[in-house]
């Protein structure tokens, strides 16, 4: 018996528990406030719904974003720590290349233009990559991206490319973490890179010193 994993922390918090390559128990929560308090629990309710122990898992794959700083570390640092506990393989993904392959599955095969997934970067930005379609293998193939830019200048650049784009309303879900991992595996592409990938500074910032404290005080 196969058990896989899938943990993601890129928007909300969403865990997913595959068995033998299908879905047997996925929790989704949209705050994407609260991944430190949300994700264990939702590993604990996966596992629960599943009738899985912690041990019996053999794969763990998480998304690497792009995301913000503090809430894909959390996803990530989950994922190992797990990985760790249970002896579970440990992999990583795209997030974008997971709402794409949902998206390309979905749409009617007289669908050709290449795809455009975007997701929120937060700061009035989006965290873009362009899509081709499916691989023989059935994984989608990334044309460009993951980057992170203005939604205004992200129109500018296609429209100076001339493309013409099909676009997906999806969000990040575990399961589609779970069935693009699946689909890597089976192409010999899944890779056990779990690097976060920010695009960017993170978007809480250290003040700046004052200029009192260690400073000599006059009396």
């Known amino acids: 018996m196969s058990i896989l994993l899938a943990i993601d922390t890129s928007a909300g918090t969403s865990v997913a528990l595959f068995r033998d390559g299908v ?13 430190a308090e ?6 604990i309710s996966v596992l629960t719904q599943a009738g899985v122990a912690a041990r019996e898992v053999q794969e763990v794959v998480v998304g690497r974003g792009p995301a913000p700083f503090t809430g894909l570390r959390v996803g990530i640092a989950a994922a190992v720590m797990f990985a760790e506990g249970s002896g579970a393989k440990l992999s990583g993904l795209v997030s974008l290349d997971a709402i794409a392959l949902t998206a390309l ?4 095969a007289s669908e050709t ?12 930005e989006v965290y873009w990559a362009l899509y ?21 200048a992200l129109e500018e650049l296609l429209a100076a490319r001339n493309i013409d784009a099909d676009t997906t309303n999806l969000t990040i879900t ?3 973490v779970g069935e693009l991992a699946l689909a890597l595996r089976a192409a010999g592409q899944l ?19 004052s200029g009192v404290f260690g400073k000599r005080v006059s009396s």
Do not use: C, F, W
């Open 174 to 176: 575990g399961s589609a």
């Open 191 to 209: 890779e056990r890179d779990i690097s976060a990938l920010y695009l960017r500074a993170p978007d809480a910032v250290e003040p700046k010193a």
């Open 132 to 152: 081709s379609g499916l691989s023989e293998k059935g994984v989608a193939v990334r044309t460009e991206g993951p980057q992170v830019l203005k939604p205004a």
């Open 113 to 124: 233009r290449p795809l455009l997934v975007t997701t929120d970067a937060r700061r009035s």
């Open 105 to 108: 599955k979905q749409r009617p």
């Open 38 to 43: 949300t994700v264990g629990t939702a590993i």
């Open 23 to 35: 879905l047997a128990a996925e929790l989704n929560v949209t705050d994407n406030m609260k991944h």
